[in-house]
């Protein structure tokens, strides 16, 4: 089994080696996959959910990175000791695209990573970002130590 690349330039080389590995378009069409080469700017209600989502991240201990898709949202990676949480920050009424639901349904069945998509202007998910960036597991505890 491969490792996981741990680096951009580890990603790139493991992207480049294997030529198989595309991104399939709601259209069908196939491309390989490709690194992104400078931020693009989100939405006010995105970039205000972003902006909620880093204080509580920095309030519990949180660390991560986000990458700004216009059509798409914001997709933030953070890790906590070895809770790793990929979300799909939206603004209100955008839904998930297939590639987009393909990609975190695949992520969230390595059993490793967990997935969540959470919306600007919803109540509930303000409340289960809230609940799950606060909440400690017993890994983290015994990470920590």
Known sequence: MDRMPQSTAQLKAWLAARPQVQVVEESGARRP????????????????LL????????????????????????????VRGTDVLVVQLLRRGQKLTMV??????VLAHTGKIETYTWR????????????RLSRRDARDATDET
């Not at 996959?33 to 205000?48: K, Y």
């Not at 987009?100 to 349904?105: C, M």
């Not at 600007?120 to 609940?131: F, I, P, T």
């Open 100 to 105: 987009q639901q393909t990609w975190l349904h």
């Open 33 to 48: 996959v490709s690194m992104p080469t400078r931020p693009l700017p989100a939405s006010d209600a995105e970039e205000a």
């Open 51 to 78: 902006s909620e989502v880093r204080t509580l991240a920095t309030q519990y201990g949180w660390v991560g990175e986000h990458s700004v898709h216009p059509q798409d949202g914001i997709r933030c990676t953070l």
């Open 120 to 131: 600007s202007g919803h109540a509930a998910d303000r409340a289960a970002m809230q609940a």
